[in-house]
């Protein structure tokens, strides 16, 4: 059913409130801060620190007089529990509705209170933490703590990019948005874009808060190019209490004038999706690009043709602040100058960057190679550690998942044990998002799973210059045994 008429208009809500500035903050080296009779977020803390940001910049913890040859050196180190604190005012036009804490980056794990009351623990290396905050935020002034913990959680050894003091440090802190996020009751929880290209046409999964029973509502879906007020395709659909239970599912056309993203032409659509219910409206804006990823028999295939990549290794390198960058404009400095030296690839090793990252390669079109926080030597040792990396592995597809850079995901660097955990998250990633290509490890063993291989060694002989000994007695037929797409590593 196609709609034309102007959509009525709603009472906006207030604005979110940003939580930038200044905190309280007391560092917490014992651990004894959530213990009984010693408990920091029943305590106003006496410190200061400023967020977004890590202790080592609000030169908190250890001032460091080493000077290391292996990495840079660390103005102030410190590992361990660190407390953060302010005063929210929550307006009263936030009565009824649903609060949710957004943070960005923190490192590591992020516990929450409210006036001394327990909200939730979260763990994340890879993707924002996000805390529903109702019903202890109500309207007035209350009491926000928070405790990171940059302790490693799990046997981790020492290289990961996403934990090793060696590139962005093993911060502490909170980075990028902070911010008290308002919601209708009724609202969008996430929207998933898959496109066909073949077919000229998308399919939009949208995931819906809960409806009372009885309760309808309408969801317009409206596409358009990016940064233009052009809408190209719409749809609305009715939905009750009982079909807002599970994803609304969606297919829509793009129609005879689409235009394919990639490197060459990075072309980009916007959909708005707008859930109306009753006198209250949400909406959720998504970029995408219209691009399909395959495994071809030597390459990897982008919309029907192969493609060769060029690429460049990110080992989340940051050394001013000791953490990866949260700022679009950063991303595309950084991408701009991989482009200008003839290269259209990243592989971040070992880590997952932040949004901006894959936002600035959206729009300077370029294809990247996100991995989980794992480079280990003993796979399948530890099944806490292997529950944290398949919860990391999701999170990383459902907060990234629609942005068209993002072609190849990787469990990490040159792990070693049992593959068959490593396959284990390849079978279920596939199964969970099919819109780009996975592979268990780079280097080290292939598995039957990997729909592409990172490597410079094959059971037949080195595919790579390694280690700075180039050679011209490469045997070529001896090079690969791979039976996927082979991108060279550590060339």
């Given at each position: 059913?196609?709609?034309t008429?102007?959509?009525?208009?709603q009472?906006?809500?207030?604005?979110?409130?940003?939580l930038?500035?200044?905190?309280?903050?007391?560092?917490?080296?014992?651990?004894?801060?959530?213990?009984?009779?010693?408990e920091?977020?029943?305590?106003k803390?006496?410190?200061?620190?400023?967020?977004?940001?890590?202790?080592?910049?609000?030169?908190?913890?250890?001032?460091?007089?080493?000077?290391?040859?292996d990495?840079?050196?660390?103005k102030?180190?410190?590992?361990?529990?660190?407390?953060?604190?302010?005063?929210?005012?929550?307006?009263?036009?936030?009565?009824?509705k649903?609060?949710y804490?957004?943070?960005?980056?923190?490192?590591w794990?992020?516990?929450?209170?409210?006036?001394?009351?327990?909200?939730?623990?979260?763990?994340?290396?890879?993707?924002?933490?996000?805390?529903?905050m109702?019903?202890?935020?109500?309207?007035?002034t209350?009491?926000l703590?928070?405790?990171?913990?940059n302790?490693?959680?799990?046997?981790?050894?020492?290289?990961?990019?996403?934990?090793?003091?060696?590139t962005?440090?093993?911060?502490?802190?909170?980075?990028?948005?902070?911010?008290?996020?308002?919601?209708?009751?009724?609202?969008?929880?996430?929207?998933k874009?898959?496109?066909?290209?073949?077919?000229?046409?998308?399919e939009?999964?949208?995931?819906?808060?809960?409806l009372?029973?009885?309760?309808?509502?309408?969801?317009?879906?409206?596409?358009?190019?990016?940064?233009?007020?052009?809408?190209?395709?719409?749809?609305?659909?009715?939905?009750?209490?009982?079909?807002?239970?599970?994803p609304?599912?969606?297919?829509?056309?793009?129609?005879?004038?689409?235009k394919?993203?990639?490197e060459?032409?990075?072309?980009?659509?916007?959909?708005?999706?707008?859930?109306?219910?009753?006198?209250?409206?949400?909406t959720?804006?998504?970029?995408?690009?219209?691009?399909s990823?395959e495994?071809?028999?030597?390459?990897?295939?982008?919309?029907?043709?192969d493609?060769?990549?060029?690429?460049v290794?990110?080992?989340?390198?940051?050394?001013?602040?000791?953490?990866?960058?949260?700022?679009?404009?950063?991303?595309?400095?950084?991408?701009?100058?991989?482009?200008?030296?003839g290269?259209?690839?990243?592989?971040f090793?070992?880590?997952?960057?932040?949004k901006?990252?894959?936002?600035?390669?959206?729009?300077?079109?370029?294809?990247?190679?996100a991995?989980?926080?794992?480079?280990?030597?003993?796979?399948?040792?530890?099944?806490?550690?292997?529950?944290?990396?398949?919860?990391?592995m999701?999170?990383?597809?459902?907060?990234?998942?629609?942005?068209?850079?993002?072609?190849?995901?990787?469990?990490?660097?040159?792990?070693?044990?049992?593959?068959?955990?490593?396959?284990?998250?390849?079978?279920?990633?596939?199964?969970?998002d099919?819109?780009?290509?996975?592979?268990?490890?780079?280097?080290?063993?292939?598995?039957?799973?990997d729909q592409y291989?990172?490597s410079?060694?094959?059971?037949?002989?080195?595919?790579?210059?390694?280690?700075?000994?180039?050679?011209?007695?490469?045997?070529?037929?001896?090079?690969?045994?791979?039976?996927v797409?082979?991108?060279a590593?550590?060339?």
């Amino acid at each position: 059913m196609l709609l034309t008429t102007q959509l009525p208009a709603q009472q906006p809500l207030q604005p979110n409130i940003d939580l930038s500035g200044m905190w309280r903050f007391q560092l917490d080296p014992m651990g004894f801060g959530k213990t009984p009779g010693s408990e920091l977020y029943l305590d106003k803390l006496s410190e200061t620190i400023m967020l977004p940001g890590s202790t080592d910049q609000g030169g908190k913890g250890i001032k460091n007089s080493a000077r290391y040859v292996d990495r840079l050196s660390r103005k102030f180190e410190y590992q361990g529990a660190a407390w953060y604190q302010r005063e929210v005012v929550i307006p009263t036009a936030w009565a009824g509705k649903e609060i949710y804490l957004d943070l960005e980056r923190c490192h590591w794990e992020t516990t929450v209170y409210v006036d001394g009351k327990l909200v939730g623990m979260d763990e994340r290396l890879s993707t924002p933490n996000r805390f529903l905050m109702t019903p202890l935020l109500t309207p007035g002034t209350h009491t926000l703590t928070l405790c990171v913990d940059n302790r490693l959680k799990y046997p981790m050894d020492q290289w990961a990019h996403g934990t090793t003091e060696h590139t962005q440090t093993n911060w502490n802190g909170i980075v990028g948005r902070m911010a008290l996020q308002v919601k209708e009751k009724a609202h969008i929880q996430q929207v998933k874009v898959s496109t066909d290209v073949p077919a000229k046409q998308i399919e939009v999964a949208v995931k819906l808060s809960s409806l009372k029973a009885g309760q309808k509502g309408r969801l317009d879906l409206n596409i358009r190019e990016k940064n233009s007020s052009k809408v190209i395709a719409t749809r609305s659909v009715e939905i009750d209490s009982l079909s807002a239970a599970s994803p609304i599912r969606q297919t829509l056309s793009m129609g005879n004038g689409m235009k394919c993203w990639d490197e060459f032409s990075p072309n980009l659509y916007e959909l708005d999706a707008v859930w109306n219910v009753g006198e209250t409206q949400d909406t959720q804006t998504v970029v995408y690009g219209m691009r399909s990823v395959e495994q071809g028999k030597h390459h990897i295939r982008l919309n029907g043709r192969d493609i060769h990549l060029r690429g460049v290794l990110d080992c989340a390198v940051f050394p001013l602040t000791g953490y990866p960058s949260v700022d679009v404009a950063d991303w595309k400095r950084i991408f701009s100058t991989v482009k200008e030296y003839g290269m259209n690839h990243v592989r971040f090793h070992s880590w997952c960057p932040p949004k901006a990252a894959f936002t600035a390669a959206d729009e300077l079109g370029l294809y990247l190679q996100a991995e989980l926080p794992m480079w280990i030597k003993d796979v399948g040792q530890y099944p806490a550690r292997r529950d944290f990396f398949e919860k990391e592995m999701y999170a990383i597809l459902d907060e990234y998942g629609n942005h068209p850079s993002f072609i190849l995901m990787c469990n990490g660097n040159e792990n070693e044990g049992d593959f068959a955990v490593l396959e284990d998250l390849v079978k279920k990633a596939q199964a969970y998002d099919s819109r780009r290509l996975y592979s268990a490890s780079t280097a080290r063993t292939h598995t039957a799973s990997d729909q592409y291989y990172v490597s410079h060694v094959t059971s037949k002989g080195w595919i790579t210059t390694y280690e700075g000994k180039p050679s011209t007695d490469w045997d070529l037929c001896k090079q690969s045994d791979i039976d996927v797409p082979v991108i060279a590593h550590e060339t």
